[in-house]
């Protein structure tokens, strides 16, 4: 099975910081990468897919990159609508599977 | 718009059986393969199972052999047939759709496991 190691668990920062969030996949997932931002109490939004295709409706402060087997999640300027739960899933096989998860929290 | 709908959550004892329905709406159900994707509570997303349009399925490994996802194309309804339900099984149950370019999910069932 495909392993998907996402880091950081926790990430403190401030409004206005550019910050990323990276997994990395155990094997080849081409760009079968998609990220999800979720709220608390909420199901996941979609904001990412294809490793680096902005989703409907999502801001342009999001973006997506691929490094070889790391995959990276960005915001440019954080704003307080962002602090969430963030999660890479990889659906490159039928067994898919996500990272762990990033809490983004103000600092 | 398309619209999903978890069912049949609840508390349930060690080792006893539960089944969860997901009601489709706003799309032509037939067409699409869905998941199961479960939290347990403060914790990660969990990929559970998949059923295709077609009815193929694939499991997560920690719920192959107990668990049975499964479709009634005629209803619109997705099910999953929880077995030997353990502890660890504690966890909000969401069905989901992923097309190439979004992703639909419900709003989740709760099933608690306890004694």
């Known amino acids: 099975d495909i392993q998907m190691t996402q880091a950081p668990s926790s990430l403190p920062a401030s409004l206005g910081d550019r910050v990323t969030i990276t997994c990395r996949a155990s094997?080849?997932?081409?760009?079968?990468l998609r990220w999800f931002q979720q709220k608390p109490g909420k199901s996941p939004r979609l904001m990412i897919y294809?490793?680096?295709n902005l989703a409907a409706g999502v801001p342009s402060r999001f973006s997506g990159s691929r490094s070889g087997s790391d995959y990276s999640l960005t915001i440019s300027s954080l704003e307080s609508e962002d602090m969430a739960d963030y999660y890479c899933?990889?659906?490159?096989?039928?067994?898919?599977?996500f990272g762990s998860g990033t809490k983004l929290e103000i600092k | 718009a398309v619209q999903l709908v978890e069912s049949g959550g609840g508390l349930v004892q060690p080792g006893k059986s539960l089944k969860l329905s997901c009601s489709a709406s706003?799309?032509?159900?037939?067409?699409?393969?869905m998941h199961w994707i479960r939290q347990a509570p403060g914790k990660g997303l969990d990929w559970v199972a998949y059923?295709?349009?077609?009815?193929?399925?694939v499991y997560a490994d920690a719920v192959k052999e107990r668990f049975t996802i499964s479709r009634d194309n005629a209803k619109n309804t997705l099910y999953l047939q929880l077995n030997s339900l353990k502890s660890e099984d504690t966890a909000i149950y969401y069905c989901?759709?992923?097309?190439?370019?979004?992703?639909?999910w419900g709003q989740g069932v709760m099933v608690t496991v306890s004694s």
């Open positions: 989901a759709r992923f097309d190439r370019v979004g992703t639909y």
């Open positions: 059923i295709s349009s077609s009815s193929g399925t």
């Open positions: 094997q080849d997932i081409g760009n079968y």
């Open positions: 899933l990889q659906s490159k096989e039928s067994l898919l599977t």
């Open positions: 706003g799309f032509t159900f037939s067409s699409y393969g």
């Open positions: 294809g490793a680096t």
